[in-house]
């Protein structure tokens, strides 16, 4: 399963990046707006330490504008994806840019019959948000594991990116599932490596290596 970071943090970004956890970043309005930037000029900045794809989500509500708007998106980088919401509209924007041989990730996905859609028009990535529908007592997990089972039964290439990850579970579970990416906070990605019997052990090994006087250097 590929990370993506889903993030505008540059320090974030840059830690992951380093450590070859982050095969790409995905962006919406709100985490550009927490950045406190320009969208274009931050997410040129994103593009040119990550060579994996850097979704930018349009603003418009409308097909042609949003067309527009992911043009301009498009030129900033060859590996961005424009992002566009899960409506008509942004489904014929879907179409229109991928014909254009730019990269899509449809957001807002939250049901079966809505991914089925974004895989009829192209997209590169569906983004169904788990945590989304956690909040609301559905089970986020069930939706990505009915996305794989259809895109599996007819052959469809868009990736599974799970979206509004929350916590670590989230993670192994969509790996389990076999989402294609899971876009996640760096705080969830850096979690996966704690373990409570870690620490534990670490304590023991450490008591000991002071009672022998243990040393390597
Ligand atoms: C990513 O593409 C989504 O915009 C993001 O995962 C949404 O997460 P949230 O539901 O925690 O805001």
Redesign the pocket.
């Given at each position: 399963m590929k990370f993506?970071v889903?993030t505008a943090e540059i320090d974030q970004i840059k830690e992951l990046n380093d450590l070859g956890m982050v095969d790409g970043v995905?962006?919406?309005p709100?985490?550009i707006a927490k950045s406190g930037r320009d969208i274009i000029e931050v997410t040129k900045e994103i593009c040119s330490i990550v060579s994996g794809p850097v979704?930018a989500?349009v603003t418009a509500l409308k097909a042609d504008e949003m067309i527009a708007e992911g043009r301009k998106l498009a030129k900033i980088a060859p590996n961005i994806a424009v992002?566009v919401p899960l409506t008509w509209d942004g489904l014929k924007a879907c179409k229109t840019l991928t014909d254009e041989g730019t990269m899509v990730?449809v957001?807002l996905c939250f049901s079966a019959n809505q991914a089925l859609l974004a895989a009829k028009a192209g997209a590169t990535f569906i983004?169904p948000?788990i945590?989304?529908l956690d909040d609301i007592n559905l089970d986020g997990l069930d939706l990505i594991a009915d996305i794989r089972q259809i895109y599996d039964n007819y052959g469809f290439e868009t990736q599974i990116?799970a979206?509004?990850?929350?916590s670590v579970n989230h993670m192994s579970e969509c790996a389990k599932i076999g989402a294609d990416v899971a876009?996640?906070?760096a705080s969830v990605i850096k979690s996966m490596a704690n373990h409570v019997l870690t620490d534990k052990g670490l304590q023991g090994f450490l008591a000991d290596i002071q009672k022998a006087g243990i040393k390597i250097l």
């Open positions: 993506f889903d995905t962006t919406n709100t985490l979704s989500e992002k990730n957001t983004s948000f945590g989304r990116l979206a509004s990850i929350r876009t996640a906070p």
